[in-house]
């Protein structure tokens, strides 16, 4: 069993955590100077993650797993399109994603019993249930505790590159943070949409009203104070650390890694002008500059009135180009097979509409989209019964999920580590690599 030890933080996680207000009062340089005791290396299947979370719960039932001999209420008003894998459908405004089926995977059996947001969202990002108040039925997740799937790869897997390990975008994952492994493994959040014209990442830019002669003499005087803390004996300096923040604030490299601006407008067009499609788009550019784990909330999934417009118009489209254009590029840059896309929401959508037109919550039944990184393409795992209530056989749980992730990142999930009040805390606790998957 591993003890809990402090471990490496990236720099931008650092930049951003006082942001966040995850852990406040934490400088900048003593965040990155928790980093200093990175681990080694593991031998890695995907160099990187690229996690799209459809926040508020997708309606696969619409999308990934339809129903075309079901009643109407059930079925909804779409029809479904061929692919060109040969024998398998989806709905019929994924046609981009429909002829690149042979790329990725569906997973139909992902199911779970949490159908809180809030709660199953904690499940999904931890592996971890929410706990019941004493004397309540009140469930209240706690990543106070417990770490997120980013956080993991970044405690496991250090840094690859000139960018953090662990990056969020446009905003902080829920219970996306590093619980009790610590702030050097919280995300850089890109708090900004890069869909917006003026899109930029804050915090690599200069301090305002800091010019050159100020900043040089600010260093001059930190210098002094770092010579007089040597002499009264204390171990170590932060000026190793704050230069290395001021070198990711200047970094030519991480700039450009951020810079989605200088792609062709062309290839933008194709990920589509949205949320999800910049974001994606960005997620593809940090990745490639050693990115470890990627997460993007996309919010707006959680459809319980008149969905079908909002589906229609809207949240499927932005998918079927996101998605189809995020594997096709990353294939075509060589990155698909280094790199595990994986696009799932916390829950799916009830089979039947309800009266207000909008389908409710339903984690009994949801689809799951893998691509890359080592994981068998062109195939559907595992189905559901007629009306999707639920899976037919061998459901897949958050924790099986968690497991191959991890799995084909070459992390070892059984590790066990120690909270500081000694509490075993397993990677992931149960679960199975999914065979049908992986291989």
């Not at 550019?285 to 997460?295: D, K, S, T």
């Not at 339903?362 to 195939?379: D, E, N, R, T, Y």
């Amino acid at each position: 069993m591993s003890s809990f030890r402090t471990r490496p933080m990236s720099r931008r996680q650092a930049l951003h955590i006082g942001t966040v207000g995850m852990l406040g009062g934490l400088s900048l340089p003593r965040l990155l100077q928790m980093q200093a005791f990175a681990g080694t290396e593991a031998p890695v299947k995907a160099k990187s993650c690229i996690f799209l979370f459809l926040e508020g719960g997708p309606s696969t039932i619409d999308m990934w797993d339809m129903k075309p001999d079901a009643p109407a209420e059930v079925r909804g008003p779409y029809k479904q399109i061929p692919t060109n894998v040969p024998g398998t459908f989806i709905g019929e405004h994924l046609p981009k994603c429909a002829k690149i089926a042979n790329k990725y995977t569906i997973l139909r059996s992902h199911s779970h019993n949490d159908n809180g947001h809030t709660t199953g969202y904690h499940y999904v990002m931890t592996g971890v249930k929410a706990d019941f108040a004493d004397g309540t039925n009140s469930r209240k997740p706690n990543n106070v505790l417990y770490p997120s799937i980013g956080s993991v790869v970044s405690r496991e897997l250090g840094n690859r590159g000139t960018v953090p390990p662990y990056i969020n975008m446009p905003h902080p994952l829920t219970a996306g943070g590093p619980g009790f492994y610590g702030a050097e493994h919280a995300p850089f959040v890109i708090e900004g949409d890069p869909v917006q014209p003026d899109f930029e990442v804050r915090d690599l830019l200069p301090v305002e009203g800091i010019d050159a002669k100020r900043d040089a003499r600010r260093q001059k005087l930190l210098g002094g104070l770092d010579l007089s803390q040597s002499a009264a004996g204390k171990a170590g300096t932060m000026a190793t650390y704050y230069d290395k923040a001021r070198d990711l604030m200047s970094s030519p490299a991480a700039r450009k890694a951020f810079d989605i601006k200088s792609e062709p407008a062309k290839l933008r067009e194709a990920y589509g002008y949205t949320t999800l499609g910049q974001c994606a788009l960005l997620s593809r550019r940090l990745v490639e500059a050693g990115c470890r784990f990627v997460g993007t909330d996309h919010s707006g999934w959680d459809t319980h009135f008149t969905c079908f417009p909002s589906l229609e118009k809207d949240l499927i489209p932005s998918v079927d180009h996101a998605f189809s254009a995020l594997v096709t590029d990353l294939e075509d840059r060589g990155l698909l097979d280094s790199t595990l896309v994986v696009m799932m929401g916390e829950m799916g959508r009830t089979p039947k509409v309800n009266a207000q037109a909008g389908r409710d919550h339903w984690s009994a039944a949801q689809s799951v989209l893998f691509a890359g990184g080592g994981v068998k393409p062109g195939i559907v795992i595992g189905a559901t019964t007629k009306n999707a209530t639920e899976p037919t056989a061998d459901p897949v749980s958050v924790e099986d999920i968690l497991r191959t992730i991890f799995n084909q990142m070459g992390i070892d999930s059984s590790k066990t580590y120690t909270t500081p009040l000694g509490r075993p805390v397993p990677i992931v606790n149960g679960g199975r690599v999914i065979k049908d998957l992986v291989g």
